[in-house]
């Protein structure tokens, strides 16, 4: 568990509150006026706390920015994973993942805060530096998956090689939760559906059936 969903654990309701609420409205300033542009005194008047209160729970504005949940790895689906010989690889993978509350309870912003993320480098640079533990998580398990199944023949560097590439595949996939203004034809989607829908272009993706010609 990292550092500050232990912290968000042992905060009281109230403290918890206000750190939500901080964490909407610098989000919600950030996607009208520019991550750049905010500043903690904004932050404030838009909350209606003293810049004490502020930093009493956010280090930065930046960390308000980035929020203090992540996803994290359920334990019991991966032990559940590992254990199932009928859980796929990558579909399983997926399932791994527990969002954060928010996405549940609050999409709207889950959904200002991506886009403000891709529209500032650096944010999404710390943002993707706090991902890494998670990632590097499942790729663990992944490569315990792949290992049970592999063939004989493929080695070591082989399984760990197809873990990351997987990981980063399911990775990329878990960004289809969320769409907006900047990505209209890209649909909220659970990312397993998202695989599902690839299966009548997987073997042309992977070389093995050349593309049917449809013109006329």
């Given at each position: 568990m990292t550092n500050q969903a232990q912290d968000r654990r042992n905060r009281n309701a109230r403290g918890l509150a206000t750190a939500t609420l901080i964490e909407k409205q610098a989000v919600r300033l950030a996607a009208d006026h520019g991550a750049a542009a905010v500043t903690v005194d904004q932050i404030c008047a838009a909350v209606?706390?003293?810049?004490?209160?502020f930093f009493n729970h956010f280090a930065t504005k930046d960390d308000a920015l980035l929020g203090m949940d992540l996803p994290r790895v359920n334990e019991q689906r991966a032990r559940e994973y590992l254990a199932d010989p009928r859980a796929g690889i990558l579909t399983g993978a997926l399932g791994l993942i527990e969002l954060p509350v928010e996405h549940v309870q609050d999409p709207e912003i889950a959904l200002a805060r991506f886009v403000v993320l891709t529209k500032s480098p650096a944010l999404a640079e710390?943002?993707?530096?706090?991902?890494?533990?998670?990632?590097?998580?499942?790729?663990?398990?992944?490569?315990?998956?792949?290992?049970?199944?592999?063939?004989?023949?493929?080695?070591?560097?082989?399984?760990?090689?197809?873990?990351?590439?997987?990981?980063?595949?399911?990775?990329?996939l878990m960004t289809r939760i969320v769409t907006g203004p900047d990505a209209p034809n890209i649909p909220p989607t659970d990312p397993r559906t998202a695989l599902e829908e690839l299966q009548w272009v997987w073997p042309i993706l992977l070389g093995q059936t050349a593309p049917t010609d449809t013109s006329d």
């Open positions: 209606g706390i003293s810049q004490r209160t710390r943002q993707a530096a706090r991902f890494i533990p998670i990632a590097q998580e499942v790729e663990g398990l992944v490569y315990l998956k792949l290992r049970a199944v592999a063939p004989s023949g493929i080695d070591d560097e082989q399984l760990h090689s197809a873990a990351a590439t997987i990981t980063s595949i399911a990775a990329a």
